[in-house]
């Protein structure tokens, strides 16, 4: 598929469906985009198509079919846009640093595929009230789904969920407790954790 040059293939493009509740198209809303007029569209959209469609069948579509409807906060941005994130402090990490995360349709340093999306899980947010709280989902997600990175923020407990073809399998929060919650190598790391997460629906794929 080539970059859309028009209008009507750029909404041919967000058809393109990546799982079997999802379409590229609810990953291309981006407020950087939006409010400085730049377009958030793939250079190479099979690239990001395909790692899209491996973030959504492997990560999100479990977690919206335990947890219900997921509300995606952000997920591709084109290289310029996150370009100009980074030049003006939008808290995008250089391009180098969002290959194969926020950015899709472009490769890491070692050639490997991987894609990012934000999201908020209502029904977590309905549930508990705890500030540490978002660990119970965190530790749930690491002994259920095979995610390569995860990173936690304060408002509604958002967090980026990281599907990589060499997944690292760490865990980060800037939520309290700040910091990293596991990684290869930490004593945690391995084991089953599901006394975090008692109450939880049954795993559903």
């Not at 335990?66 to 846009?81: C, D, E, K, N, Q």
């Not at 050639?111 to 947010?125: F, L, R």
């Not at 997600?141 to 958002?158: G, K, Q």
């Amino acid at each position: 598929m080539k970059k859309p040059g028009s209008m009507k293939s750029l909404e041919d493009m967000g058809r393109a469906r990546l799982s079997k509740n999802f379409f590229l198209r609810d990953f291309l809303h981006s407020e950087i985009a939006d409010f400085y007029r730049i377009p958030n569209i793939p250079d190479d959209p099979d690239l990001a198509i395909e790692a899209g469609r491996r973030l959504c069948k492997e990560l999100l579509e479990p977690l919206q079919a335990t947890f219900g409807r997921l509300h995606i906060r952000s997920g591709y941005r084109s290289a310029a846009v996150n370009e100009f994130g980074n030049k003006n402090k939008l808290n995008c990490s250089t391009n180098a640093s969002s290959a194969a995360d926020h950015i899709w349709d472009m490769r890491d340093f070692d050639g490997c595929m991987g894609a990012t999306a934000c999201v908020v899980v209502p029904w977590m947010i309905d549930t508990y009230r705890d500030e540490e709280d978002w660990q119970k989902l965190a530790w749930w997600i690491h002994d259920h789904l095979p995610y390569a990175s995860l990173c936690f923020f304060p408002r509604l407990w958002a967090f980026n969920i990281q599907w990589h073809e060499r997944p690292k399998r760490a865990i980060q929060s800037y939520v309290r407790p700040r910091g990293t919650l596991t990684k290869p190598g930490m004593a945690n790391w391995q084991g089953d954790h599901s006394k975090f997460y008692e109450g939880f629906p049954p795993f559903r794929n």
